[in-house]
């Protein structure tokens, strides 16, 4: 529960000085993620994130906005395996939440959305 409220406050403040979408990731693997990337029609990068760490980044829709429709695209290592997957959306170059929380396991991701 403090997570969410941390995860809450944080996103007031960053949300109050730039327009996009924050995503908050949490490694629940037994091995370190490498090579993060979050793309949309641009894409914010993290190098790691270590076993049971959580990481926020900022994927900013303002600057360079397109007005399209899209979809976000997430990509990682662990060990030499490679992910990818694709989830949420956007319309007009406006996505409809400005909050994911972004669960990584050992086999599966969870993504939750949280709608403003």
Do not use: W
Request: with cysteine; net charge positive.
């Amino acid at each position: 529960m403090k997570k969410y409220i941390y995860f809450t406050i944080l996103t007031a403040i960053f949300m109050s000085c730039s327009y996009g979408v924050d995503f908050q990731i949490e490694n629940h693997s037994s091995k370190p993620i490498k090579d993060l990337s979050i793309a949309a029609f641009n894409t914010v990068y993290i190098d790691s994130i270590g076993l049971n760490e959580t990481k926020i980044i900022f994927l900013d829709f303002k600057s360079d906005r397109k007005y399209t429709d899209g979809g976000f695209r997430i990509k990682y290592n662990i060990d030499t395996i490679k992910y990818l997957r694709g989830f949420g959306y956007y319309s007009n170059g406006i996505p409809p939440s400005h909050n994911f929380i972004i669960k990584i396991y050992n086999d599966s991701i969870k993504i939750e959305s949280v709608f403003d």
